[in-house]
């Protein structure tokens, strides 16, 4: 277990580090927020980890004014970020634990790949500029002032021709429904919209290179242990007689 999952705080404890309220905490818990252990006598117990969460959720909430729903987004995206790279790192010290002693050069796990590795790719069907602004307007619900409130406050960024005419992609439009589906659903503000789809766009960029990683990675280990790669045995010439 990592230490900083290790449940070691009580309630009150708890409570004073992050400066709340304790049935602030157990309002968190009932919200499914955070999920403190339980020790025999079914006293709560934070972790490290927990702390964290909290200290973030009161930054989410008396920062920035996102609501609870929000919140709740914004707390599932960061757990699936840590997920994200803790089973990346599992999987790549097991692809490692394969290669035994043939890749000198992955002696310790490594992190995801730095961005800007693997530009160039070939541009996605979704990331293609194709809709103006009012077509973009239409598919989504929204006035074509509410997009372009959207592009200032940084939510969305639509390429533009030479002509400087704004151009959505099919990615832009999911991004407006998830943006109308917080705010109008959810009642969440724009600086926790803000939030959760910086989130969403670094779970993708993570995940993409994770798999490019771990593909990598697999890779090595077939060449190292493909017999190709074994030392070519010396022919033995015939005795003459």
Do not use: C
Not at 108 to 114: G, R, V
């Amino acid at each position: 277990m990592d230490s900083k999952d290790r449940p070691v705080y009580i309630i009150s404890v708890a409570a004073e580090l992050v400066d709340m309220h304790p049935q602030t905490l157990r309002l968190y818990e009932r919200k499914g927020l955070i999920q403190p252990k339980r020790s025999g006598g079914k006293t709560r117990l934070y972790s490290e980890r927990d702390v964290e969460k909290l200290r973030e959720i009161r930054r989410l909430t008396q920062e920035l004014g996102v609501n609870l729903a929000g919140v709740e987004e914004i707390m599932k995206l960061r757990d699936e970020l840590w997920t994200l790279e803790r089973r990346f790192r599992e999987e790549a010290e097991r692809l490692k634990t394969e290669l035994g002693e043939k890749l000198e050069a992955l002696k310790t796990p490594p992190a995801l790949p730095a961005p800007g590795e693997g530009k160039g790719q070939k541009v996605n069907d979704k990331e293609r500029p194709v809709y103006i602004i009012s077509v973009a307007a239409e598919l989504v619900g929204m006035h074509p002032q509410t997009l372009r409130l959207y592009e200032r406050e940084g939510l969305v960024s639509p390429r533009r021709t030479s002509g400087k005419t704004r151009l959505y992609s099919e990615r832009d439009v999911e991004k407006l429904r998830e943006i109308r589906r917080l705010t109008q659903e959810l009642g969440v503000n724009l600086a926790g919209v803000e939030e959760i789809i910086r989130l969403r766009d670094e779970l993708d960029i993570q995940q993409n290179r994770l798999e490019s990683e771990i593909a990598r990675l697999r890779l090595a280990l077939l060449r190292e242990l493909t017999p190709e790669n074994a030392e070519p045995q010396k022919k033995v010439k015939p005795s003459a007689g």
